[in-house]
């Protein structure tokens, strides 16, 4: 009831103000964005932390501890010393796009969290019916701010850096909007909060276990689109310095570092709404089995106030641990594998991805097809309507599923017939044994010269 | 080594010009001050030159004015990480002049801490190739295992690094009371780590895909360009000095040579982490073995070598690591030469490099595990 109150209480007060449609569509709009850029922002910093935090514990240390306890306040720490460092601005660089090239960065990165779905109705901030093509888009802008920042910088590294990474970005997009085309068979709607409402109503299993190749892509080209290990050539330390952001320093460097994690809690929030069901827990759902009925199918949110509040609560907790577990899997890679060498990388997206998302849009229209032929076939009903998402029956799930996983095999087997040629492909079979030498003949010790002895040895 | 002409650029195939760029003495990959001049086109390497010498400290100089128990200090800050096998060569060369009769259990301990330095130059130089190719968390277990032995070290020697370990004649100090404890202890940890760094690494293909293939070198260039050591046993040549030429204790102890096959970085990776089998396997004999008795010869209070010049080399972690000394009669040596072997590995690395990648170099540059100190002396 509580959380019903403030939202009340705030809005009685503008109507004093303003008058209700300007609250419903600039006022109301204003807070949610507020909250989503300081929540995004928050999490981005404590991502940096629990990175930090895990990585440590992978290697057997314990990472921050001092600052606060538990180290808890590094991140704030962290951000206060970067604020006060100098500006440095290199001589012979552009200072107009030296400046200006970390704020499209950033801004790429936040923007995108105007379409992400963190809960059922107000939980969105505008719930645009293109949205997921919008979160591409808006991604790529971000390309932008990587090659203006290595090319204004006036310095070879971070031209390399900044051709490297523009190079894999654009190669990686491909990849990643392919993978999703999948999961878009499924919900017939390239909204973000339409796609957590399909797999809502398509019953308790997430698109991944439809879609297990396609989530699989996904983050893989995501990690990548993210220039993080161990896809992080653009900025690898050990070659580049630090790539296109070699000669940042300060706010402007923090910036970059905030638009890296910002993007990654992106693709970690798109995975999560596409893949794993996004806000949608099923036995919440349960819980509030007549705002199931009646306000998701009608889209009418009048159904339940009593619930309301809480629900989207939750399903803002939900999300966010989703999103956590796939952050999860992100440092875990980063902090296990080592670095891709540049051309390898081109080779993995552009002759392995691609060609794996690909088959998986022939597959899942196969499977989409296979599921309504079957249906009827010795009595199996397997959809039940195919008004909105795909309604699928039980049987209709354990096609679904079976055509999910088989189609990981028949990538694998398109792969191999692409790549079968290439070194990359046959690598464990050239993981060797040395031999071990036994007896080599030993040699006479070092001889002792001839010669005088040494004087008579006085102790 | 010809010259790399910095001022032209020259055309290549699709008209781009060559870019030449420094990967300079600041840089967190090229281990130490080194300096490599790269002739890019594209990405590729075409051309390499090594600029060294940002280390060099004038140590053989400084060795004519010196006595020659003064001088071991300074051997230890050659290859700072092979400390205590870079003291083993001036003492053994010192004393196999004057005809010294070093006891046994001085051989047996200086073959155990100096396999233990092996060990631990290994390790350091798995962290750094693993943190070069973007491994971060083999960095920091190997640094962890290394840790127990700079323990033993600082026990043992009073000094983590840079040992100053041994003295003309055997040891300052017999092993410490808890020596062969912490030593049994170390041994027995071992072998489970070093399966931990091969389940990270040797199966990873993206490990093997950055070092398999990369930075060949024959086996008859090799032995042409005078490699040594774990880069010239990756090439196929079993040869190993604490067999050809046995000093210290190891004409007593078993133990194998690892032996690569195509001379890439893959089988230098493979032939170092044997060794540390290796070496594990040696100091437990020695420990098994370890004779009693004193631990240091009876030395005369001014050392005079006879007057004639001595080679005498050691296989060090890095490779052959040799000292030529002239000496005059008096107490100063009249000259004192280190053969480095990084300085002889890194003669390699144009030959290795060329037509490889930005990123091949940095993976190039650690299989050779070179260190500056030793370098530039």
């Given at each position: 009831?509580?959380?019903?109150?403030?939202?009340?209480?705030?809005?009685?007060?503008?109507?004093?103000?303003?008058?209700?449609?300007?609250?419903?569509?600039?006022?109301?709009?204003?807070?949610?964005?507020?909250?989503?850029?300081?929540?995004?922002?928050?999490?981005?910093?404590?991502?940096?932390?629990?990175?930090?935090?895990?990585?440590?514990?992978?290697?057997?240390?314990?990472?921050?501890?001092?600052?606060?306890?538990?180290?808890?306040?590094?991140?704030?720490?962290?951000?206060?010393?970067?604020?006060?460092?100098?500006?440095?601005?290199?001589?012979?660089?552009?200072?107009?796009?030296?400046?200006?090239?970390?704020?499209?960065?950033?801004?790429?990165?936040?923007?995108?969290?105007?379409?992400?779905?963190?809960?059922?109705?107000?939980?969105?901030?505008?719930?645009?019916?293109?949205?997921?093509?919008?979160?591409?888009?808006?991604?790529?802008?971000?390309?932008?701010?990587?090659?203006?920042?290595?090319?204004?910088?006036?310095?070879?590294?971070?031209?390399?850096?900044?051709?490297?990474?523009?190079?894999?970005?654009?190669?990686?997009?491909?990849?990643?909007?392919?993978?999703?085309?999948?999961?878009?068979?499924?919900?017939?709607?390239?909204?973000?909060?339409?796609?957590?409402?399909?797999?809502?109503?398509?019953?308790?299993?997430?698109?991944?276990?439809?879609?297990?190749?396609?989530?699989?892509?996904?983050?893989?080209?995501?990690?990548?689109?993210?220039?993080?290990?161990?896809?992080?050539?653009?900025?690898?330390?050990?070659?580049?310095?630090?790539?296109?952001?070699?000669?940042?320093?300060?706010?402007?460097?923090?910036?970059?570092?905030?638009?890296?994690?910002?993007?990654?809690?992106?693709?970690?929030?798109?995975?999560?709404?596409?893949?794993?069901?996004?806000?949608?827990?099923?036995?919440?759902?349960?819980?509030?089995?007549?705002?199931?009925?009646?306000?998701?199918?009608?889209?009418?949110?009048?159904?339940?106030?009593?619930?309301?509040?809480?629900?989207?609560?939750?399903?803002?907790?939900?999300?966010?641990?989703?999103?956590?577990?796939?952050?999860?899997?992100?440092?875990w890679l980063r902090w296990t594998f080592p670095r891709y060498r540049y051309d390898q990388l081109m080779d993995l997206g552009w002759k392995w991805l691609i060609p794996a998302?690909?088959?998986?849009?022939?597959?899942?229209?196969?499977?989409?097809?296979?599921?309504?032929?079957?249906?009827?076939?010795?009595?199996?009903?397997?959809?039940?309507?195919?008004?909105?998402?795909?309604?699928?029956?039980?049987?209709?799930?354990?096609?679904?599923?079976?055509?999910?996983?088989?189609?990981?095999?028949?990538?694998?087997?398109?792969?191999?017939?692409?790549?079968?040629?290439?070194?990359?492909?046959?690598?464990?079979?050239?993981?060797?044994?040395?031999?071990?030498?036994?007896?080599?003949?030993?040699?006479?010790?070092?001889?002792?010269?001839?010669?005088?002895?040494?004087?008579?040895?006085?102790? | 080594?010809?010259?790399?002409?910095?001022?032209?650029?020259?055309?290549?195939?699709?008209d781009s010009p060559e870019m030449v760029l420094n990967m300079g003495p600041q840089h967190p990959s090229t281990h130490g001050v080194l300096r490599v001049i790269l002739r890019?086109?594209?990405?590729?390497?075409?051309?390499?030159?090594?600029?060294?010498?940002?280390?060099?400290?004038?140590?053989?100089?400084?060795?004519?004015?010196?006595?020659?128990?003064?001088?071991?200090?300074?051997?230890?800050?050659?290859?700072?990480?092979?400390?205590?096998?870079?003291?083993?060569?001036?003492?053994?060369?010192?004393?196999?002049?004057?005809?010294?009769?070093?006891?046994?259990?001085?051989?047996?301990?200086?073959?155990?801490?100096?396999?233990?330095?092996?060990?631990?130059?290994?390790?350091?130089?798995?962290?750094?190739?693993?943190?070069?190719?973007?491994?971060?968390?083999?960095?920091?277990?190997?640094?962890?295992?290394?840790?127990?032995?700079?323990?033993?070290?600082?026990?043992?020697?009073?000094?983590?690094?840079?040992?100053?370990?041994?003295?003309?004649?055997?040891?300052?100090?017999?092993?410490?009371?808890?020596?062969?404890?912490?030593?049994?202890?170390?041994?027995?940890?071992?072998?489970?780590?070093?399966?931990?760094?091969?389940?990270?690494?040797?199966?990873?293909?993206?490990?093997?895909?950055?070092?398999?293939?990369?930075?060949?070198?024959?086996?008859?260039?090799?032995?042409?360009?005078?490699?040594?050591?774990?880069?010239?046993?990756?090439?196929?040549?079993?040869?190993?000095?604490?067999?050809?030429?046995?000093?210290?204790?190891?004409?007593?102890?078993?133990?194998?040579?690892?032996?690569?096959?195509?001379?890439?970085?893959?089988?230098?990776?493979?032939?170092?982490?044997?060794?540390?089998?290796?070496?594990?396997?040696?100091?437990?004999?020695?420990?098994?073995?370890?004779?009693?008795?004193?631990?240091?010869?009876?030395?005369?209070?001014?050392?005079?070598?006879?007057?004639?010049?001595?080679?005498?080399?050691?296989?060090?972690?890095?490779?052959?690591?040799?000292?030529?000394?002239?000496?005059?009669?008096?107490?100063?040596?009249?000259?004192?030469?280190?053969?480095?072997?990084?300085?002889?590995?890194?003669?390699?690395?144009?030959?290795?490099?060329?037509?490889?990648?930005?990123?091949?170099?940095?993976?190039?540059?650690?299989?050779?595990?070179?260190?500056?100190?030793?370098?530039?002396?």
């Open positions: 009831m509580l959380l019903y109150f403030a939202p009340n209480f705030i809005d009685s007060l503008l109507l004093k103000l303003f008058s209700q449609e300007t609250i419903n569509f600039v006022i109301w709009p204003f807070i949610q964005i507020g909250a989503v850029v300081t929540g995004v922002a928050v999490w981005a910093l404590y991502a940096t932390y629990a990175e930090r935090k895990i990585s440590a514990f992978m290697q057997a240390r314990l990472g921050p501890m001092r600052v606060g306890k538990w180290g808890l306040l590094q991140p704030l720490a962290d951000a206060l010393k970067l604020l006060t460092k100098e500006d440095v601005t290199p001589d012979k660089a552009d200072p107009y796009i030296f400046k200006f090239a970390p704020y499209i960065a950033v801004a790429s990165a936040f923007v995108v969290f105007a379409v992400i779905p963190f809960a059922p109705s107000w939980g969105v901030i505008t719930d645009v019916n293109i949205g997921l093509l919008l979160v591409l888009s808006i991604s790529s802008v971000g390309v932008l701010a990587l090659i203006l920042a290595g090319w204004s910088s006036n310095s070879k590294y971070s031209l390399m850096g900044g051709l490297r990474s523009s190079a894999q970005m654009v190669s990686y997009e491909v990849a990643m909007g392919l993978s999703l085309i999948g999961a878009l068979m499924f919900a017939r709607t390239l909204s973000l909060s339409g796609i957590v409402n399909a797999q809502a109503v398509d019953g308790p299993l997430p698109y991944l276990f439809y879609q297990p190749l396609g989530f699989i892509t996904f983050l893989i080209a995501g990690i990548a689109e993210n220039n993080r290990a161990p896809f992080d050539l653009p900025e690898a330390e050990s070659e580049l310095v630090a790539g296109f952001h070699t000669e940042y320093s300060g706010m402007r460097w923090s910036l970059f570092f905030m638009a890296e994690y910002a993007a990654m809690v992106v693709v970690s929030a798109v995975a999560t709404a596409v893949y794993l069901g996004g806000w949608y827990l099923p036995g919440v759902y349960r819980l509030t089995e007549n705002y199931h009925q009646v306000a998701l199918l009608s889209g009418n949110l009048d159904g339940a106030p009593l619930y309301h509040g809480l629900f989207v609560i939750i399903g803002i907790v939900v999300f966010m641990i989703k999103m956590a577990v796939i952050l999860y899997v992100y440092f998302t690909l088959t998986n849009i022939i597959w899942t229209a196969t499977a989409i097809f296979a599921v309504q032929a079957l249906n009827g076939w010795h009595g199996m009903k397997t959809i039940e309507s195919i008004s909105q998402g795909l309604n699928l029956t039980s049987s209709g799930k354990a096609v679904m599923i079976g055509f999910g996983f088989t189609g990981l095999l028949v990538t694998a087997g398109v792969l191999s017939t692409i790549n079968w040629r290439s070194r990359d492909f046959n690598l464990k079979g050239q993981r060797r044994d040395i031999r071990l030498v036994k007896n080599v003949p030993q040699g006479e010790p070092a001889v002792l010269p001839p010669g005088p002895t040494p004087a008579a040895s006085e102790g | 080594m010809h010259q790399v002409e910095i001022a032209t650029t020259r055309e290549t195939l699709l890019l086109d594209g990405e590729t390497v075409i051309d390499l030159d090594c600029d060294i010498g940002f280390l060099h400290r004038g140590m053989e100089k400084i060795a004519e004015n010196r006595q020659y128990s003064m001088i071991a200090p300074y051997w230890d800050r050659l290859d700072y990480i092979a400390a205590v096998s870079n003291g083993l060569v001036w003492v053994e060369t010192v004393e196999q002049m004057m005809g010294l009769d070093v006891p046994p259990r001085a051989h047996y301990l200086r073959t155990i801490l100096t396999e233990l330095n092996r060990i631990a130059s290994h390790l350091l130089w798995l962290a750094t190739h693993g943190l070069d190719i973007g491994s971060f968390t083999v960095l920091l277990w190997a640094l962890r295992e290394r840790e127990e032995i700079l323990k033993i070290f600082e026990r043992q020697f009073g000094a983590r690094l840079t040992c100053h370990a041994w003295r003309i004649g055997g040891m300052p100090n017999d092993a410490y009371d808890g020596f062969q404890k912490d030593v049994q202890q170390f041994v027995d940890n071992f072998p489970h780590r070093i399966d931990e760094y091969e389940t990270l690494l040797s199966e990873n293909r993206i490990w093997l895909g950055r070092t398999v293939g990369i930075g060949v070198i024959s086996a008859e260039d090799a032995i042409a360009i005078g490699l040594s050591g774990p880069a010239l046993r990756g090439s196929g040549v079993a040869w190993d000095i604490r067999k050809s030429r046995p000093y210290a204790a190891y004409a007593d102890m078993d133990f194998d040579i690892p032996v690569g096959e195509n001379g890439d970085t893959y089988d230098r990776y493979l032939v170092r982490l044997e060794e540390l089998r290796q070496s594990r396997r040696i100091i437990q004999q020695a420990l098994d073995k370890l004779p009693d008795g004193p631990v240091n010869a009876k030395v005369p209070k001014n050392i005079k070598p006879p007057a004639g010049d001595y080679y005498h080399s050691i296989e060090g972690p890095k490779g052959e690591i040799g000292c030529y000394l002239v000496s005059d009669g008096t107490t100063s040596p009249a000259r004192v030469h280190v053969r480095p072997p990084c300085f002889v590995n890194l003669q390699a690395l144009r030959q290795m490099c060329v037509g490889h990648l930005i990123a091949d170099v940095v993976a190039i540059i650690g299989t050779l595990d070179i260190v500056l100190g030793e370098i530039d002396r």
